[in-house]
């Protein structure tokens, strides 16, 4: 009897062991966890997926953009993700994003957070003016808004790996994955995906979008103006150049 209890015992501490093993194991593999860097975590496996894998100096001169729902909404329901803005061109995909507190290890260690949301608790939007209005232009702010990472390079790479690895398994053929969390690009894919809801043409956007991806993924020193400095009716205005 002693015997059997004791067996019954180790059985039930192994059991748990492995339990607790296997339940962190599950977590390090799944979208809740982009910072464990475990050798098993199948996030780390195979090549890398994103950013700039050729020597290509014109691949972002794209000729046509379109926006993709199906991408956008696969993407956004990562976990970590809050929402994803996904473009298709004739070589490229890219991807706008924006970051919740679903996952951890969504960004590196360096900076602090771009957001301010403390306003929420005091019932204003601006928590250093105390301002109660928002600019309806934006899709991010610095303030009472998902959270935005300022270089792309901040974002975890397990992350950017698990986004391109979704993008590539609906269209295969693309060559380059690029991904961004940075408030003004998130901001101008903004844009661009409201006239695709609109129904309009993206056409007449593709030097603004080309000289966007530029800006941020190719070292472009030129950039549209930012959103807030539109003009009326949304029509770019001139373009300012930021040194």
């Known amino acids: 009897?002693?015997?059997?209890?004791?067996?019954?015992?180790?059985?039930?501490?192994?059991?748990?062991?492995?339990?607790?093993?296997n339940y962190k194991q599950l977590v390090r593999q799944s979208d809740?966890?982009?910072?464990?860097?475990?050798a098993d975590d199948p996030k780390m496996l195979g090549p890398k997926a994103y950013g700039t894998l050729?020597?290509?100096?014109?691949?972002?001169?794209?000729?046509?953009?379109?926006?993709?729902?199906?991408?956008s909404n696969k993407v956004s329901s990562l976990n970590g993700i809050s929402t994803a803005i996904v473009m298709l061109t004739d070589k490229n995909a890219y991807a706008a994003i924006?970051?919740?507190?679903?996952?951890?290890?969504?960004?590196?260690?360096?900076?602090?957070d771009e957001q301010n949301n403390t306003g929420t608790n005091s019932g204003t939007f601006n928590a250093d003016n105390g301002s109660p209005y928002s600019d309806g232009r934006l899709h991010v702010s610095p303030y009472n808004s998902y959270y935005t990472v300022n270089d792309h390079h901040e974002l975890s790479h397990e992350l950017k790996q698990t986004i391109a690895s979704v993008i590539r398994e609906y269209v295969p053929n693309v060559q380059e994955v690029h991904i961004s969390a940075n408030m003004e690009f998130v901001n101008y894919f903004t844009e661009f995906a409201k006239e695709?809801?609109?129904?309009?043409?993206?056409?007449p956007?593709?030097?603004?979008?080309?000289?966007?991806?530029?800006?941020?993924?190719d070292g472009g020193t030129v950039m549209p103006e930012p959103i807030t400095q539109r003009g009326p009716q949304n029509v770019p205005t001139d373009w300012q150049r930021r040194r």
């Open 54 to 71: 050729s020597s290509n100096p014109y691949h972002h001169d794209n000729a046509f953009f379109e926006y993709s729902s199906v991408l």
């Open 98 to 112: 924006t970051l919740d507190w679903t996952a951890v290890g969504t960004k590196g260690n360096t900076g602090t």
């Open 196 to 203: 695709a809801w609109g129904g309009r043409s993206l056409t």
């Open 32 to 38: 809740y966890d982009y910072g464990s860097r475990s």
């Open 1 to 21: 009897m002693i015997r059997r209890m004791a067996f019954i015992l180790l059985s039930a501490a192994a059991i748990s062991f492995m339990t607790g093993c």
């Open 205 to 217: 956007w593709i030097d603004q979008f080309n000289t966007v991806v530029k800006y941020h993924f």
